[in-house]
């Protein structure tokens, strides 16, 4: 995730506009947001994978931990699974990718929007 986090620092840094720019430079940071927006695409897809994975961990964890449960109620089966290390850290890791899939939208949607403003910047349709 470092690795994302500095890539998209990287664009960030192109998002100001304090100074007046060239339609040559507008072109260009155009096309820097669309391999921008191709490059998180790309993420985003490995990070759906894996959050298909750790869901699929997280349901036979929780199962796990239920089949060991040996409370009088199913609730109380449940409460003890769900506060078991093993189910927390899977719902976690779950979490944490989710977490990551919502930053990079977030982040592919600010691009999507600099590539759009630097076009038309470049066409002569912005001041």
Do not use: C
């Amino acid at each position: 995730m470092s690795q994302m986090h500095e890539y998209i620092e990287q664009f960030t840094k192109l998002l100001p506009v304090g100074s007046s720019i060239s339609y040559t430079e507008a072109e260009r940071r155009a096309g820097e947001f669309l391999m921008a927006q191709a490059t998180i695409t790309n993420w985003r897809h490995l990070l759906s994978a894996e959050k298909i994975k750790l869901t699929s961990v997280q349901i036979a964890v929780f199962a796990e931990e239920m089949s060991k449960g040996t409370a009088k109620t199913v609730t109380e089966n449940k409460l003890a699974a769900e506060s078991s290390p093993v189910y927390i850290k899977a719902r976690e890791d779950l979490e944490q990718v989710e977490n990551d899939l919502s930053y990079l939208k977030a982040y592919y949607d600010v691009f999507q929007n600099a590539h759009i403003f630097y076009r038309n910047m470049a066409k002569g349709e912005t001041a």
